[in-house]
């Protein structure tokens, strides 16, 4: 469960505003949420140089569901990657297990795809599931 009223909230119109903000206020974020398809940066890039300058968990939100956008999102250090419109439970146990699974699937879709390209149109990952 969610409280809100303790829950403090950054916007950033842009990912560099977030990675600029987020580099001067380190240590004082526990989470971010990103979309993968913004116009300045796009969320891969983000979640890379958030991975490689901070320890932080990054949640990636895209309306793409193919399962090839999603791996990506777990390949690049994602702890999530919610497809929109997000539906569901949001209970904290749900959430990683469904990190969890994914990872484990993108494991062992690796072991079996060698040569493969990840960039293939794949359709959606609830069809994959």
Do not use: W
């Amino acid at each position: 469960m969610f409280l809100l009223d303790r829950l403090r909230l950054q916007h950033a119109p842009r990912q560099l505003v977030a990675l600029n903000t987020l580099r001067q206020s380190k240590g004082c974020f526990d989470v971010v949420l990103s979309d993968v398809h913004v116009p300045d940066m796009d969320g891969y890039t983000l979640l890379e140089h958030i991975g490689l300058e901070m320890d932080l968990p990054v949640i990636m939100m895209s309306a793409d569901g193919r399962y090839s956008s999603v791996l990506r999102g777990i390949r690049h250090g994602a702890c999530d990657y919610l497809i929109k419109p997000i539906r569901g439970s949001f209970d904290k146990n749900d959430r990683q297990k469904r990190a969890s699974d994914e990872v484990e699937y993108a494991s062992s879709a690796d072991e079996g795809t060698e040569g493969s390209s990840e960039e293939e149109d794949d359709g959606e990952l609830a069809s994959k599931l």
